[in-house]
């Protein structure tokens, strides 16, 4: 991934969510603060470079400061929306189970990869303390943004800087005030597709042998099919498409490859959904978004 710069991918997943509460008609997940964290300059930029293929020269030497939504609609439509839209979905009816579980408890919510998510500035439980990791750049915009916006900076939010590629998760995670027996909320969204099968079985382990108490990790993963998709499959161009603004996606993993990582750190499933799964119950009645064909949801619990 870029480090000198806040992660544009990060960027994207937030003008998705601001683009789909703005014009979708059946809202997958409705993310109304989404547009304004992430800024009017960096959205148009944003639907700019879509409109321009990711073309990062050309997008910047078109002199049209808007840009045209009939163009860039069939490429958020297929290509962009459905993957980040489907896991926010499930990550909160996974929360609100979480929180229907542990009533009037104290609680920890943690966001692995948190660029620029609203969780926290929307949350309004003060029992709930949440704890953001992303690299220092992605939160030196955010927050920036906030300071802009005027927006509280809720008590119960505390960032924690980290460079997952050079940093030590554990090692941050015990100098943080995380609790280890409290109950805990996990989502690690979006970031399976840069790791290899190793690095994610460490990740986990380092989050079982750290917790102590009731545990939900929720994330997502791109199954062995990515290997194998044709070069004009949705898939191979969302892997070229990450790939033109520096966040290259490794292959992907078997589900018989996660049973065995969740069994060796001592995770339990909970649910695995399969893109299968995933069209029929995010995208039944929508007709322009459709599951990715190698994309997987599992929440898992300890």
């Known amino acids: 991934m870029k480090t000198y710069q806040e992660s544009i991918t990060a960027k994207i997943c937030s003008f998705v969510r601001a683009y789909h509460s703005a014009y979708a008609k059946h809202k997958i997940y409705d993310d109304s603060l989404a547009y304004d964290l992430l800024g009017q300059n960096e959205y148009l930029k944003i639907g ?7 073309n990062e020269v050309e997008a910047k030497n078109d002199s049209n400061y808007y840009f045209d939504k009939e163009k860039i609609a069939p490429v958020v439509e297929q290509f962009l929306a459905p993957i980040p839209l489907s896991r926010l979905a ?6 609100e189970k979480f929180l229907s579980l542990h009533q009037h408890q104290t609680l920890q919510f943690i966001v692995l990869g948190a660029g620029l998510d609203t969780f926290s500035l ?3 439980n003060h029992q709930v303390e949440v704890y953001e990791f992303d690299h220092p750049n992605s939160f030196r915009y955010k927050l920036g943004r906030i300071e802009t916006l005027n927006l509280v900076m809720p008590k119960n939010l505390h960032f924690v800087p980290i460079d997952f590629e050079k940093q030590s998760l ?10 280890p027996t409290v109950p805990t909320f996990i989502t ?11 690095t994610l ?22 199954d062995e099919t990515t290997k194998t998709s044709p070069t004009n499959s949705r898939v191979t161009k969302l892997a070229k ?8 996606m490794v292959d992907g993993f078997s589900y018989q490859q996660i049973q065995t990582l969740l069994l060796d750190t001592h995770f339990n499933l909970d649910e695995h959904l399969t893109p299968l799964d995933i069209d029929e119950r995010y995208f039944k009645e ?7 064909e190698n994309v997987h949801f599992i929440s898992a619990t300890l």
């Open 286 to 292: 929508n007709l322009t978004l459709k599951a990715y």
């Open 90 to 95: 499930f990550a909160k009816e996974k929360y």
């Open 48 to 54: 700019k470079l879509i409109e321009h293929n990711f």
């Open 122 to 124: 929307t949350n309004d």
């Open 188 to 198: 690690f969204l979006g970031v399976a597709y840069y790791l290899e099968l190793d």
């Open 170 to 179: 554990g090692a941050l995670l015990k100098e943080s005030a995380i609790k």
């Open 201 to 222: 079985r460490q990740t986990l382990a380092t989050l079982s042998s750290f917790f102590k108490g009731e545990l939900t990790l929720v994330f997502d993963y791109p």
């Open 241 to 248: 498409l990450t790939s033109q603004v520096g966040e290259h």
